[in-house]
């Protein structure tokens, strides 16, 4: 008998009408393919553990379901493509037709399982590091004229520069960008990172 959680019934309940027997098919796969796995809702969404790792989820949004693995190299080659459509390794899932087979679905949550079995950490998609953030002209000219400014923001990190370059180049009006020009120097001449009130909380 599958361990079900009556949350996850509430949440299928609640989707659009093409989501729930997408959700309904994910779910039986799940259960068929691990019959151990546990229901419960983690982030919001439906999810199914085993032996307390969470081996895959489900979630339904207005026009499209998602589905994917914690141990996202349980899908193979099959979610290499689409994972940059959507949340989890399945792309976009409008329809049961852009379901894999019972089959091949099955035996990726089965490789699932083995790897939470083996104690195989989850890998993680390495993010490429952010190019350096580019001063604009108007706090380089502002930094030079005021040198204990300009010597703080030499010696930060670059993703401290950031904060600063992002806080002004991100204002919507001249007014304030300008305000935040100000401040900024201001802040720097006292040796304060864009963020100083929150690093001591």
């Not at 959680?5 to 989707?15: G, T, V």
């Not at 104690?119 to 930094?143: M, N, Q």
Request: charged share 25%.
């Amino acid at each position: 008998m599958p361990t079900t959680d009556p949350r996850i019934d509430a949440y299928i309940a609640k989707a659009a009408p093409f989501a729930q027997p997408i959700l309904e098919k994910l779910r039986e796969q799940v259960h068929k393919a691990c019959p151990e796995v546990v229901e419960t809702i983690k982030w919001s969404m439906p999810s199914f553990t085993l032996d307390g790792k969470i081996l895959a989820h489900m979630a339904a949004f207005k026009a499209h379901c998602a589905f994917g693995f914690w141990q996202r190299e349980a899908a193979g080659e099959a979610g290499e493509d689409k994972r940059s459509e959507a949340m989890g390794q399945f792309g976009r899932i409008e329809a049961m037709a852009d379901l894999p087979g019972a089959r091949e679905l099955q035996a990726m949550i089965k490789h699932a399982a083995e790897l939470i079995r083996s104690g195989a950490p989850a890998a993680r998609e390495k993010k490429p590091p952010k190019p350096p953030a580019v001063a604009p002209a108007d706090l380089l000219a502002a930094l030079s004229a005021h040198p204990a400014a300009q010597k703080t923001f030499d010696a930060f990190p670059p993703s401290k520069q950031r904060d600063y370059i992002e806080w002004i180049t991100e204002a919507k009006q001249a007014a304030t960008r300008e305000k935040r020009l100000a401040q900024a120097v201001e802040w720097m001449a006292e040796g304060k990172s864009r963020n100083w009130k929150y690093e001591n909380c």
